[in-house]
DNA sequence: CTTATTGCAAAGGTTTTGCATCGCT
DNA sequence: AGCGATGCAAAACCTTTGCAATAAG
């Protein structure tokens, strides 16, 4: 099985970051396990958050280690970008596509169901090309943030 | 008629730059003038598309006052921000609520009709929060680049 | 005339790069 | 042993800020 069909059919909590690293033929370095299990731990993080978080494991890491592993594992599509309105990105491990809920209080970012990609391109009378990918964030304040 | 009003129910062709700043109770500057005629003839610039461009017919602007410029109209709500995978940040006149059409391949951002908001939330089960905004963009290779 | 806006230059932040060293396989 | 990955420091970007001069209403 291939690096895509591998992430694309598991769910987060069955992912196991070295088979990730061995089918992206990327070496195992403590520092890309570690970056990578903050991600899966956090669901979508910062940059500042994966090096923070590594760093307390790790100490000696340096930023422009993660730069560079983020560069590389989202080139590979181990890793997508999330870019809310006026904040940073954020980045998670493409397990399947799901779209995003992100709170415009807490700037939490919640997973929601895949929405059916065949019932989208049917609400658009026109498309001016063929289309590879869907992205749908929904921004709004999340059930959290409502009760206070 | 309130600035918001104004710009969500006309159209970019329609649009009269100089009433917008009024609306904004923004001061009508020849700056001001150049950056958002730019935006409105590329209808999605980048700040170097904008600072380039005005500089052409304005050539002692400064990048600050094209950042200035942008913040604010960004805070009034006369401009949206699209923030395309691995690309810069593309800013719109806000005219209506659209989705869009981003080409992989020559990074041209093209409008989409809007898609009614009621049937895609049908496609969630479960949503974790109110819904304010919903943001769509779909990749792909457009029509003229498939042509090549 | 008053106050917002501009342009400049400096500061602050973020991301990338080159290179010598280190460590997976 | 060989080649890719790391860490460091510098460079390259990108964006914001403070301030004096200028221009809009």
Redesign the interface.
Known sequence: MNLKEYIMQTTLSNINVKDILKKANLKITPQRILILEVIKEKGHATIDDIYNQVKKQYPSISIATVYKNIHNL?EKGVLR?I?P??DKAFYEITIYNH?H?I??SCHNI?D??P??NQ??Q??????????????????????N??KK
């Open positions: 989202y970008e870019n309105q006026k779209s809920f709170c415009t919640y929601i169901e929405c059916d019932i989208i049917q609400c658009f009378k026109e498309i001016p090309g063929k289309i590879s990918e869907l992205e749908l964030n929904v921004y709004g304040i999340c059930e943030c409502a």
